[in-house]
Structures are given as structure tokens and as C-alpha cells.
């Protein structure tokens, strides 16, 4: 199975995300369900390894907090666009919070990521040609969500299919003071 751990986001914030899903050409668009914010990619892992996650995310202690979006982003890869993104305000706390997960794969047995933590929602994603993002910016750039509070973060299974990816729920791990 295909796993990553994850923020489920409150329907009001996916709503208010899916007014800036239109007017880009070429954008693959991302369902309001399917809006959530990945803390660690997993990849793929056999039911041991993930039961060993499943252990590791429940010792987690981490005190509830609130996050707020703000802010248009995009990841290119060799000067293609491939995703535009919300992004997150600087938060001490989440960045703690996405350290312990990444503590918790590793001692689950899983290779730690390399990649540096850039707290995103993805939008859209691109397989086409230049896209030329500056009427986009101007109209949607200045973006940004009410605080609201983060009280658990969630293991998903991700199934790749045809008509997009689409994703399960394994378990959720509430957040909670010492
Ligand atoms: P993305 O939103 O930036 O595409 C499920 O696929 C989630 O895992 C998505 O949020 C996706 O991030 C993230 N993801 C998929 N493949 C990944 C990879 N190789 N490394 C890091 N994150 C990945």
C-alpha cells in the first residue's frame, strides 16, 4: 500500500480553497475532498511496516494548534510548472510537529526523507507545456484562510487510478498536551 501522513482540512477551508481552482490552462484541479496537506510521503509499505507506523504516530505527543493558510506557491521542475499550491503561515509548531512524524518513520524502519518540509496544499498539478502564472498571482496571490485548529493528523492510503488519486483514511492521531 501507498501511504503518507497528512492534515485533513475542515470543509470551510476546502471551500474557500476552491475558489482558486479555475483560470489556469492545462491545471489538473484538485477536488475539494481530496485537498489536504502531506506532513511525510511514506511510499510504499507492507502491512508490517505500516502497523509499525500506525505504533509509532500514536506515541506522538504533541499539544493542539492553529494553522493558517496564506499565500500562492508553485514547484517546477526543470523550468515546467508542476503543481501550484496554498501555502502555510511560519508556524514553530507545525514544523515540530512534522519533525516528530519524520521520527516516527524512521524508527518504524523507513528511510528518512531528504527533501526539506515545505508545508503545502497542492491546487493543481501540470503535465503541459509554459504556463504563464502571472494573471493568476495577481488575482489570487494575496489568498489567506481564518486560523483554525489542527487536532489530529491522519495516516491516508493513497490509490493512484485512472480519473485521479483518490484517498483512505487509515487512522487518526489526535493531538494532546504532555
Ligand atoms: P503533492 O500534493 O505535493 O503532490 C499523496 O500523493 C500526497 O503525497 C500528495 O500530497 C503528494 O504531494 C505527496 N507525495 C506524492 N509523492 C511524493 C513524493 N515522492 N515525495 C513527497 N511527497 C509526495
Known sequence: MRLFVGISLPADIRLSLATLCSGLAGARWVTPENMHMTLRFIGDADGGMAEDLDAELSGIQVPEFDIKLTGIG?????????????????????????????????????????????????????????????????????????????????????????????????????????
Request: aromatic fraction near 10%.
Open 74 to 178: 508553485s514547484f517546477s521542475k526543470r523550468s515546467r510548472l508542476r503543481a501550484v499550491w496554498a501555502g502555510v503561515e511560519t508556524n514553530a509548531a507545525l514544523i515540530h510537529l512534522q519533525r516528530k512524524i519524520e521520527q516516527a518513520a524512521v524508527r518504524a524502519g523507513f528511510p528518512p526523507e531528504g527533501r526539506k518540509f515545505t508545508p503545502h496544499i497542492t491546487l493543481a498539478r501540470f503535465k503541459t507545456q509554459q504556463i504563464d502564472l502571472g494573471d493568476y498571482l495577481e488575482a489570487n496571490g494575496a489568498f489567506s484562510s481564518a486560523p483554525f485548529p489542527l487536532e489530529a493528523v491522519t495516516l491516508f492510503e493513497s490509490h493512484l487510478g485512472h480519473g485521479g488519486s483518490h484517498y483512505v483514511a487509515l487512522n487518526d492521531y489526535p493531538l494532546r498536551g504532555i
